[in-house]
């Protein structure tokens, strides 16, 4: 009887304990999982495991986490557990070409967009603001460069106007689990995976989200701020000046419709939520949190607020985009 596949898993936040799961119920041994340090979290800054961390000690799976896989030591680690196979999935550190190099099978990544479209950091993200109308997973063989390997399978999913980050996230998490698992179930059965290069043209890269970016500017496509609104749910979320007070925004919808007011004007103001305008168009929003509250309906807000409930210039019913 030939010995199990020896795999070591690398991942760090919640998007990768689905693949670990996978792994781990594939009928490989997970001999290993590298995480990254544990870093200050929360409101007492106190050191956090990773989520991965988590389930691999709860799982008693031995767990390493270097600063760093380019020094000598931490290479040399990495061979000793022998691996056949290096699972990567969010990681969040480079792998040098000398890690690449080791596992006998090469190195594996689950990357949540459909590749070349959205190599980088933050794929999920940046297909909801860019309005793709699918996403997917990508179970890829890793090469020195960002994403650029080929691709072994590939599964996908639609998005909706409901979809946020975070529901985006969870879905993609699931689904690349289930990529991982049939790569696993082939490989383990002696069959060797098609490896398809990406094409050349369709790069777009996903930059980091920054902070910064959570303003919404009202003289923006009231389409474009919906789409951001649901993409940084739940991080950074999407902060805006409203009548005169900061709201951090947690759902909007928007409305075509026609208007002469400057943007960022209350147009409209009811229990279905408060329009603002737009430079096309408006946006409603329907759901809001005040400084220092929590998450509350656009009502619940008015009844805080009624100066808002005076019609504005125009009170139109409007319609949804699309």
Not at 127 to 154: C, H, Q, Y
Request: aromatic content about 4%.
């Amino acid at each position: 009887m030939s010995a199990p596949l020896r795999l070591v898993f690398a991942g760090t936040p919640d998007f990768a304990v689905p693949c670990l799961e996978a792994c781990r119920a594939s009928g490989a041994e997970v001999v290993a999982v590298y995480t990254q340090p544990d870093r200050p979290a929360g409101r007492g800054r106190k050191l956090t495991p990773s989520p991965v961390k988590q389930a691999a000690l709860a799982a008693g799976v031995p767990v390493e986490q270097p600063e760093s896989l380019k020094s000598v030591e931490a290479q040399a680690t990495l061979a000793a557990y022998a691996p056949d196979l290096l699972v990567v999935v969010a990681y969040g550190l480079i792998l040098p070409r000398k890690v690449l190099a080791i596992p006998r099978l090469g190195c594996w990544n689950v990357h949540a967009s459909l590749l070349p479209r959205w190599r980088g950091a933050a794929p999920i993200q940046r297909a909801i603001l860019a309005g793709d109308s699918e996403s997917g997973v990508d179970l890829m063989r890793m090469e020195a460069g960002l994403d650029t390997g080929p691709v072994l399978l590939e599964m996908r999913t639609p998005i909706s106007r409901e979809d946020t980050g975070g529901s985006l996230h969870d879905r993609l998490a699931a689904l690349g689990a289930e990529a991982l698992a049939e790569g696993l179930r082939r490989t383990l059965s002696g069959e060797v995976l098609a490896a398809t290069p990406q094409p050349d043209e369709g790069v777009i890269y996903a930059h980091k989200l920054d902070k910064a970016e959570s303003h919404i500017d009202f003289s923006r496509p009231a389409i474009e701020l919906e789409r951001q609104v649901r993409a940084f749910d739940p991080w950074p979320g999407s902060d805006a000046e409203i009548a005169g007070e900061r709201l951090r925004v947690w759902a909007a919808h928007a409305l075509d419709i026609a208007h002469e007011t400057a943007p960022g004007s209350v147009l409209h103001a009811s229990r279905e939520g408060i329009e603002i305008t737009c430079g096309e168009g408006a946006l409603r929003i329907t759901a809001v949190q005040r400084a220092g509250g929590k998450r509350i309906s656009a009502a619940d807000y008015l009844n805080a607020r009624p100066e808002l409930r005076q019609p504005g210039t125009l009170s139109p019913q409007g319609r949804g985009l699309g």
